[in-house]
């Protein structure tokens, strides 16, 4: 293995030793905590109006145009699809 020195030094530094959070009595702490009004809410409440689940089998050149797509719009990729249907009954219709 050659020499690390400068940068990758640093980097294996920072993978060395994982902090005490990431320990097993670390994880407990967190999961046995309280949690915050707010946040029992978010958790609690539907954050759409989605109800049903649509799995599709796409080829990895599709799911990768789609999610660069929704990842340059800022939009989920469920979004991005519903106004690509809209769009394609809206041209069916006229067109």
Same mark, same amino acid.
């Given at each position: 293995?050659?020499?690390? +020195?400068? *940068?990758?030094?640093?980097?294996?530094?920072? %993978?060395g030793?994982?902090p /005490?959070?990431?320990?097993? $009595?670390? &994880?407990? +702490?967190? *999961?046995?905590?309280?949690?915050?009004? /707010?946040d029992?809410?978010?958790?609690?409440?539907?954050?759409?109006?989605?109800?049903?689940?649509?799995?599709?089998?796409?080829?990895? +050149? %599709?799911?990768?145009?789609?999610s #660069?797509? #929704?990842?340059?719009?800022?939009?989920?990729?469920?979004?991005?699809? +519903?106004? $690509?249907?809209? #769009?394609? $009954? &809206? $041209?069916?219709?006229?067109?």
């Open positions: 293995m050659p020499e690390l +020195e400068g *940068e990758d030094m640093v980097l294996m530094a920072r %993978f030793k994982r /005490a959070a990431a320990s097993l $009595a670390g &994880r407990r +702490e967190r *999961e046995t905590r309280p949690v915050a009004a /707010a029992r809410r978010r958790l609690t409440q539907a954050s759409s109006t989605k109800s049903r689940q649509l799995n599709l089998k796409v080829t990895p +050149e %599709f799911h990768e145009q789609v #660069a797509l #929704a990842r340059n719009d800022g939009a989920p990729m469920v979004e991005l699809i +519903e106004r $690509a249907v809209e #769009a394609y $009954a &809206r $041209a069916r219709e006229t067109g």
